[in-house]
């Protein structure tokens, strides 16, 4: 059986309300008040809320329609990826200049591995004065936790939020994560709370005590992982951050070709389908490549830098838009390639201020096709 290991100093850093924060840098006068990040037409979905907001029962991916209902008061907001992708960038490297060993896990959400530390400067102490640099030179408020583990550090920021910090010692995670609501654990989406709930286990204690044969029979292999993150127990390594993660996949032709409509179908092909695998593991790209290899074996590339996302229509219009200031016209082309690189963790719909509800599930919708029968079973008509 797994144990946390005494040993490790694990911090969790989430910057609260990072689009709400972002846009009241440069509107403080809307300090205080209802702020909604979003489409603010009836179809459109919302991304973020400031508190303010959430008091009515606002909360991102909510339709705008039950937004504008719950909060009519509400101020709208257009977002705007590339702002908040710069903020994001800014905080990385501040992070990244100071930190040992550190995860972004997602535009605005980072790990710390900072085991050992303790010797010298006292962990706590140390993230904390982190934290308060970050805000120094940022301006954006930043909550963090520290305990044994991932599982219990996450689960703790989002208890002290806004601009809290806390420490769960060792040895004290099951005792701190007992009276939450299952929710609470990180893995556990509303399907399998609304299951655990109707067989009487509300909170995370009842289901730590629960022998794991019983869960296992409940949920299969993954119950093992759920009953070790009731228990606060949690071995999963920080991985190191590392701009140079990237996805491609290139297309030779049989024959060299200079016909710019069936380049264009080929690009939008593979963006499609590197799209998809962001998505299935939920990814998100800051920078679009494309190669060019003439019938001459001159290769040339050329990279541009974008807001995060993971949006196929984005990373169509982005890429197409690479290639024609690449591409020498007329020239006969051997291979094309589209690389996707400076990859983050985060959700599909943060990138997408504009869509409505149906255009969400319809690509949720798509994607299990897909996921079910292949990436090649649909896409678009070119």
């Given at each position: 059986m797994k144990q946390n290991d005494p040993n490790r100093n694990i911090v969790h850093m989430d910057l609260d309300s990072f689009y709400i924060s972002v846009e009241l840098l440069e509107k403080p006068e809307l300090r205080g008040k209802p702020l909604i990040v979003g489409g603010s037409s009836d179809r459109g979905v919302v991304a973020s809320c400031s508190y303010e907001a959430r008091k009515f029962g606002v909360h991102s991916a909510m339709s705008s329609k039950i937004a504008k209902r719950l909060c009519p008061q509400a101020i709208w907001l257009k977002g705007d990826m590339e702002k908040y992708s710069k903020y994001s960038n800014i905080v990385t490297e501040i992070i990244e200049a100071k930190a040992p060993l550190f995860e972004k896990s997602s535009v605005d959400e980072f790990y710390l591995d900072v085991s050992g530390m303790d010797k010298f400067?006292?962990?706590?102490?140390?993230?904390?004065?982190?934290?308060?640099?970050?805000?120094?030179?940022?301006?954006?408020?930043?909550?963090?936790?520290?305990?044994?583990?991932?599982?219990?550090?996450?689960?703790?920021?989002?208890?002290?939020?806004?601009?809290?910090?806390?420490?769960?010692?060792?040895?004290?995670?099951?005792?701190?994560?007992?009276?939450?609501?299952?929710?609470?654990?990180?893995?556990?989406?509303?399907?399998?709370?609304?299951?655990?709930?109707?067989?009487?286990?509300?909170?995370?204690?009842?289901?730590?005590?629960?022998?794991?044969?019983?869960?296992?029979?409940?949920?299969?292999?993954?119950?093992?992982?759920?009953?070790?993150?009731?228990?606060?127990?949690?071995?999963?390594?920080?991985?190191?951050?590392?701009?140079?993660?990237?996805?491609?996949?290139?297309?030779?032709?049989e024959a060299d070709s200079a016909d710019v409509k069936m380049l264009h179908s080929t690009i939008i092909k593979m963006v499609e389908g590197l799209a998809f695998s962001l998505r299935k593991e939920n990814l998100l790209t800051g920078c679009v490549a494309i190669k060019i290899k003439y019938s001459d074996f001159e290769v040339h590339t050329k990279q541009i830098s974008i807001p995060y996302t993971s949006n196929d229509e984005v990373l169509i219009a982005k890429a197409k838009e690479c290639f024609e200031k690449l591409y020498e016209k007329r020239r006969m082309i051997r291979l094309i390639g589209v690389r996707f690189t400076n990859l983050v963790h985060g959700n599909y719909q943060i990138s997408l201020f504009d869509d409505t509800v149906k255009k969400i599930n319809f690509y949720e919708a798509l994607d299990k096709v897909r996921m079910k029968y292949g990436d090649d079973i649909a896409g678009r008509a070119v």
């Open positions: 400067f006292g962990c706590f102490k140390w993230t904390n004065e982190l934290k308060q640099h970050i805000m120094k030179e940022t301006g954006l408020p930043i909550s963090f936790a520290l305990s044994a583990n991932k599982t219990v550090s996450k689960i703790a920021t989002d208890e002290v939020k806004p601009n809290g910090q806390i420490h769960i010692p060792f040895g004290t995670e099951k005792a701190f994560l007992a009276p939450m609501p299952v929710r609470k654990i990180p893995m556990v989406g509303p399907k399998t709370a609304e299951h655990l709930n109707s067989l009487g286990i509300m909170e995370v204690g009842t289901l730590a005590q629960m022998s794991i044969e019983k869960i296992k029979s409940l949920f299969g292999e993954n119950g093992i992982t759920l009953w070790e993150r009731a228990n606060g127990i949690d071995d999963s390594p920080v991985e190191p951050y590392s701009e140079r993660k990237s996805i491609s996949n290139e297309t030779t032709f």
